[in-house]
């Protein structure tokens, strides 16, 4: 099954869930803000794809953050502000099996659509 995960008001989400929708595909919505975001996905991910893929550094979350919370980061630093603010992890992240998509550019929603054919 595809699982969706993201923000319940986020654009970029909800087009990712109309497209899987409009090509009938089975998937599940896993809202991070008010779900969370267990530790054992987002340990995974980050093997996967690194820290630096998953940051959001133009979100709001990442904006309010002090300068200090933001400066000097590593894998450490960033999985720990990862943890405590799920809000600041780009969007749409969708999980297939070991398939992971990040985001909602244009070679991302390609993939999305690969995904919701097969």
Known sequence: ?????????????????????????????????????????LAAWLRQLGWEALLNRRSTTWRELPAAEKADLDAARAAD??????TLIKRPVVEAGQELIVGLAPPQVAALKALAKA
Do not use: W
Request: with cysteine; hydrophobic share 40%; net charge positive.
């Open 1 to 41: 099954m595809i699982v969706i995960y993201g923000l319940k008001n986020c654009d970029s989400c909800r087009k990712a869930v109309k497209l899987l929708q409009a090509a009938g595909s089975p998937h599940r919505f896993h809202d991070l803000r008010a779900e969370g975001l267990p530790a054992d996905r």
């Open 81 to 86: 502000l990862l943890t405590r603010h799920p």
